[in-house]
């Protein structure tokens, strides 16, 4: 439901909602590397989780019975924070969930970590990297080095979600899969141009 440009493009009007520290909006607890993560970053300051685990802000982002509407909660929720901790379930090759578009569009400059491969569909320069931390003090000296600098902050924020190369890209590829279920549904290519 989040609009395509909110990806594409970067919003300096929202700087001014950006009054609070970190969020972190998680339900699978399943993951230690995030777990930790937020953990660790709240030793240098409080961390809002909206999610069920470590929840510390009540139900602000809730959907209610089965779902629907969270993500447009999230969204404007999120719009309120300078950084996102956007840790996916697992690190696997191409597995990157809405965790990192969800915070660019709102404008938070996101701390991933996950796919091995992310700058391939991804500006990295426009996150902080936390693929390769494994102390807390790593984690928290990359996050104070950006919060404590106005003019790299606004360098991370200032880096789309999607530039229009990778978008181009993404569009070639999933066209690219629809024909190949499509000429699988058919069993031909006859008819794929129909």
Not at 27 to 33: I, R
Not at 129 to 154: H, Q, Y
Request: aromatic share 12%.
């Amino acid at each position: 439901p989040l609009p395509i440009d909110r990806c594409t493009n970067v919003y300096t009007e929202d700087i001014s909602r950006k009054t609070k520290f970190c969020s972190f909006v998680v339900t699978n607890p399943c993951n230690p590397v995030r777990n930790n993560s937020f953990m660790w970053l709240s030793q240098y300051k409080h961390v809002d989780s909206a999610g069920r685990l470590f929840n510390n802000v009540g139900d602000a982002i809730f959907a209610g019975l089965g779902g629907g509407g969270g993500e447009l909660k999230k969204f404007e929720f999120l719009k309120n924070y300078k950084f996102c901790l956007a840790y996916e379930n697992s690190s696997s090759q191409g597995y990157t969930t809405e965790k990192y578009l969800h915070a660019k569009a709102a404008g938070c400059i996101p701390i991933y970590w996950g796919d091995p491969k992310f700058e391939r569909d991804f500006d990295i320069e426009g996150c902080i990297d936390a693929r390769r931390f494994s102390t807390p003090e790593e984690l928290i000296e990359a996050v104070r080095k950006v919060d404590e600098n106005p003019a790299l902050w606004l360098k991370k924020y200032s880096v789309p979600a999607l530039d229009e190369p990778r978008r181009d890209l993404t569009r070639r590829v999933l066209s690219e899969c629809s024909r190949r279920l499509l000429k699988l549904a058919l069993n031909s290519e006859e008819g794929l141009d129909k």
